[in-house]
């Protein structure tokens, strides 16, 4: 394996930004030299490295995106493990964490090692999979947990997904006693998605009424309202603060919920937040020229709420930013509100967003490396990944911020994605990952999947 030393770049970590050389060795960083520090030449600090001057451009660590979904197994027509971690990887993300609503649904040890078999030798990221609760599967996961089954342990999984408002998939979870339950669990994260699911039901009821089957694409964010967000994050936030729960709030998409979480946050340290690109950037008012390709769920909401978001990850409270990717066919999401369906592909573009966003809301660079890449290695326990140390694996993406792209083609299979003709901030130049030189000047340089397993 070929060493290197990225020469002259600008490092930016959660803890500041330093100008410097990081030294590659065998796959993992070796050192983090200063300028002041490097010689003349710099490669004579370690012959046989090959020197790559980055001229001032920035170096995160690879992103760590906790939240995707890559259709595989059983929706292969929209999207796999293979092609959508192609396409993260050329987006800077090095390593993702796969949802488990798939057909079949990863709720058992069974399915968990059989997605984890089918991405081995095939994923381009490093990868790694949550585990979803269901109303009748606490046994089989305290089984994994603690003493493991069919092969899996609970160090081959993330953390356990609840839908606490049914989305893609149907893996609802509305058993009182089976919620309760899984807040009880300590060793592992829970991550939910937060919809009352009373009250989508009464909306869209009082949609149909009103327009039949012809619901404009802007009652969208009526349907999935704003009160149903608040009415279940409230409960989920409630409910961690009685159990202690290492809770995971996933797609923030609302001021009040950020509020909600800024208050939870004082009484818990083990309460976390996420929000994703789509949140960050789009709003009600891309309903119009977008239509349903930027229909999601939860819903994109107001500026108001977007700016509310953009804050509190600047301020803090809300840790990581993931894509929530979830590619569909064009031909189905050019159908009717009724029939098309929810999801967004953005994976590949959410670096770029991310800074687009901190330009916009004078957001620092830290914060964006710690949401697009730390926080989601410490929150969910990643072993040597996510942060640019002594010792870690060499997962780093190369970006200069000075520069704007508009996206054109992406490489999702589903082929297309609300972000193009965009003009987003930065251009992402170089990928690396576990040590290889993959993304060289913006081409695809090696083909081949070098995604290890993460373990967790």
Not at 108 to 117: P, Q, V
Not at 332 to 355: C, F, H, N, T, W
């Amino acid at each position: 394996m070929q060493n290197y030393i990225l020469h002259n770049g600008k490092i930016v970590t959660g803890e500041g930004i330093t100008e410097g050389s990081v030294f590659i060795g065998d796959g993992r960083i070796r050192s983090i030299v200063p300028m002041d520090k490097m010689p003349e030449d710099p490669s004579s600090a370690c012959p046989g490295y090959k020197v790559i001057d980055l001229g001032g451009k920035a170096v995160f660590a690879g992103g760590i995106d906790a939240h995707v979904h890559f259709r595989e197994p059983g929706m292969t027509h929209k999207a796999d493990i293979r092609s959508e971690s192609l396409a993260a990887l050329t987006g800077g993300v090095t390593s993702f964490i796969d949802m488990p609503n798939t057909n079949p649904p990863t709720t058992s040890a069974k399915a968990l090692a059989a997605k984890l078999e089918l991405a081995e030798g095939r994923s381009f990221a490093n990868y790694g999979f949550h585990i979803g609760a269901t109303n009748d599967n606490f046994g089989e996961i305290l089984e994994i947990i603690g003493k493991g089954k069919d092969g899996v342990t609970g160090r081959d999984f993330g953390g356990i997904k609840i839908f606490m408002g049914s989305s893609t998939g149907n893996m609802l979870v509305d058993n009182e006693a089976a919620l309760e339950k899984f807040f009880g669990i300590k060793e592992k994260v829970i991550l939910v998605h937060c919809e009352d699911e009373k009250t989508v039901r009464e909306n869209l009821l009082q949609a149909e009424k009103e327009y039949g089957e012809d619901i404009p694409v802007r009652m969208h964010e009526q349907i999935r309202s704003r009160r149903a967000c608040i009415l279940s994050s409230a409960k989920a936030l409630e409910t961690a603060l009685k159990y202690g729960t290492r809770l995971h709030l996933l797609h923030i998409s609302t001021m009040e919920e950020t509020e909600m979480l800024r208050a939870a946050r004082l009484s818990s340290g083990t309460i976390t937040g996420e929000t994703s690109a789509n949140y960050l950037y789009f709003s009600d008012k891309d309903y119009d020229t977008l239509g349903t390709l930027v229909k999601c769920n939860p819903s994109i909401k107001t500026e108001s709420d977007r700016a509310a978001v953009r804050a509190a990850l600047k301020n803090g409270i809300i840790g990581t930013a993931g894509s929530d990717h979830a590619p569909h066919l064009r031909s189905e999401k050019d159908r009717k509100y009724l029939s098309a369906p929810s999801g967004i592909p953005s994976v590949g573009q959410s670096l770029q967003v991310l800074l687009t966003v901190a330009f916009e809301s004078d957001i620092p660079l830290t914060k964006i490396a710690a949401a697009f890449s730390e926080k989601a290695s410490e929150i969910f326990g990643i072993r040597d990944r996510g942060k640019i140390r002594e010792g870690y694996f060499a997962d780093l993406a190369v970006v200069d911020t000075d520069v704007f792209q508009t996206i054109d083609e992406v490489a999702y299979k589903c082929g297309w994605s609300p972000y193009q003709g965009r003009t987003l901030r930065g251009r992402i130049t170089d990928v690396f990952i576990n040590g290889r030189h993959v993304v060289e000047n913006s081409v695809l340089a090696d083909t081949t999947p070098h995604g290890e397993k993460i373990i967790f």
